[in-house]
């Protein structure tokens, strides 16, 4: 079979993220099963305009967020519409609306979430406001009424995508996946002297990671003893504001910040912590979730599409209104309460076992008519 798959970034990407893993492992398993992938795609430095290894092929076209749709479209449409049995269109922000103009496949989008809020947050103005208002709802709507049948990761991204004409019965959703091998048990986890809270990922303005940073000011004054680990990118205006803000903050002396790490360093940093705070604007699928907790870390999560799936409150996690006071409050109650920490750990453990790319997989073979 012959398969058409349409994205913003490739897992090589400089920015790539959980949604590049995914999809690249997806993928990987078609071409593995014999299938012929053709990823079309955006350029980056140092990356070839094509390439192919295993089966699969990869096309960059477009260098900048602005360019590469235009250039992705007319590439498609001049050179790759109606040569495939199966066309994969994931949508982030910006739609190639490919699924409109292809005849001879069969037609599926791929969303992970919808950006709204985002826009707000990382688009300057006025293109945030165009986002926002006009350019994603417009888009959503128009290939809504498509009847084009829907993949996603999550029950909240499910219901948000009702809201523009994607019908329930042409709705699926498939597992995540995590790259992380969970611990063989939880005795493996060893954690640090102190509480520690840890901050992982880029300090984007989506993310709110000052939110974090306050939220473990507050949770002080309970926990004396609680040290915060941030691990990420602090680039742009948003990451100088917080740079600025952790040295000027009275509990400076107990807030370590790392930088960017290697991914091979991801997992000791998990397992040595005691919880993982996230407070995104919204996600796909809390993916940085499920990977602490294959490290034995349970998650205190904002009240957000994608998080509020990855953690099951009270069960896995605790998910709490979005305001810092909110998140210290929890934290304080979750590392006082020894018990709770346990059983919810354990859980969210137990759980991240089952979140496997082989699942994803098995998901999306079933949606596309091949399991």
């Known amino acids: ?29 078609f071409c593995a099963e014999g299938h012929s992938v053709t990823h079309l795609t ?19 076209v477009g260098k900048s967020r602005y360019t590469h749709p235009v250039r992705a479209i007319a590439h498609y ?53 165009l986002g926002y208002h006009v350019i994603e709802p417009l888009a959503t709507r128009i290939l809504g009424r498509s009847g084009t049948p829907l993949v996603t990761v999550s029950n909240s991204t499910l219901q ?34 102190r509480p520690t809270m840890l901050s992982l990922g880029g300090v984007r303005a989506m993310k709110r990671t000052l939110d974090q940073v306050k939220a473990f000011e507050l949770a002080k004054e309970f926990v004396p003893d ?28 107990d807030i370590d910040y790392l930088g960017r790490i290697e991914q091979r360093d991801k997992p000791r940093l998990m397992r040595s912590c005691h919880l993982i705070a996230v407070t995104s604007i919204k996600e796909g699928w809390g993916l940085i979730v499920t990977e602490a907790a294959s490290q034995g870390t349970p998650a205190v999560v904002y009240d957000v599409p994608g998080l509020r799936d990855s953690v099951r409150h009270n069960e896995t996690g605790l998910v709490v ?17 020894h018990t709770k920490y346990d059983v919810l750990r354990a859980a969210a453990w137990e759980w991240s076992k089952q979140i496997t790319f082989d699942q994803s997989y098995k998901d999306l073979k079933k949606v596309l008519g091949l399991a």
């Open 1 to 29: 079979m012959k398969i058409l798959w349409l994205s913003w970034k490739d897992r090589g990407h400089p920015n790539w993220g959980g949604a590049e893993v995914l999809t690249h492992e997806l993928r990987k398993r």
């Open 77 to 129: 449409y001049l050179r790759l519409r109606n040569k495939f049995d199966v066309v994969i269109e994931e949508v982030n922000a910006t739609p190639y609306f490919s699924v409109l103009a292809e005849r001879a496949a069969k037609r599926f989008l791929f969303y992970h979430h919808l950006e709204r809020e985002v826009w707000l947050h990382e688009a300057p103005p006025p293109l945030n406001l």
């Open 321 to 337: 209104n979005e305001s810092p006071g909110a998140m210290a409050t929890a934290i304080a109650s979750l590392l006082h309460d």
């Open 160 to 193: 948000e995508m009702s809201h523009y004409g994607f019908q329930p019965e042409r709705a699926h959703v498939i597992s995540e996946g995590i790259e992380l091998k969970p611990l063989t048990s939880l005795g493996g986890a060893h954690k640090f002297n």
């Open 226 to 253: 609680l040290q915060l680990k941030i691990a990420g990118d602090a680039n742009g205006p948003y990451g100088r504001k917080f740079l600025d803000y952790i040295q000027r903050s009275p509990y400076g002396a």
């Open 42 to 60: 955006s350029g980056y430095r140092g990356a070839a305009k094509r390439e192919s290894s295993g089966g699969l092929e990869t096309i960059r």
